[in-house]
């Protein structure tokens, strides 16, 4: 066969060429965007559902705590508002300031800008509110509040 032959053939191309290469790269990074963001989503979410159940369980602990001093808790010497200030132990009876103090400190610690109000009637009825800064699960969301009424 000769030269010229050869040339007139079409030339058959190999391999990718340079658009398709930063099509496949395009392609792949916004894939490896969209699982980021499903994981920072994910991770806030299961940050918010880790201290509400948090404060389900400081909840229950301080009902426990309001039976266990039953006769303290229908006088109202646990009853207290958001704002109040934090109580302090003495060691000394009503042993109400001592239960709150060391809940304070030990529980409700547990959740970012934890607050709590308790309201006990003198029908035996009682309220917990726990407040809780969520900021970082949900943008906009700057407190998050649970309840818990229960008869002691």
Do not use: K
Not at 43 to 69: E, P
Not at 103 to 129: K, Y
Not at 138 to 144: F, H, M, Q, S
């Amino acid at each position: 066969m000769p030269v010229s032959a050869r040339r007139s053939q079409p030339v058959r191309a190999r391999g990718f060429s340079m658009v398709e290469t930063l099509v496949a790269l395009f392609v792949l990074a916004v894939g490896v965007l969209g699982v980021t963001a499903l994981q920072a989503t994910s991770l806030r979410g299961g940050s918010s559902s880790h201290q509400r159940s948090q404060a389900v369980l400081i909840a229950y602990d301080l009902m426990d705590r309001l039976r266990a001093n039953r006769s303290a808790a229908l006088n109202g010497d646990y009853n207290r508002a958001v704002d109040d200030d934090l109580p302090s132990g003495d060691g000394a009876p009503p042993l109400a300031d001592d239960d709150l103090a060391e809940w304070f400190n030990t529980r409700l610690g547990l959740l970012p800008g934890g607050a709590a109000a308790i309201n006990c009637g003198a029908d035996g009825t009682c309220t917990v509110s726990v407040v809780w800064d969520d900021s970082r699960a949900e943008a906009g969301a700057t407190a998050r509040q649970f309840d818990f009424t229960s008869e002691i």
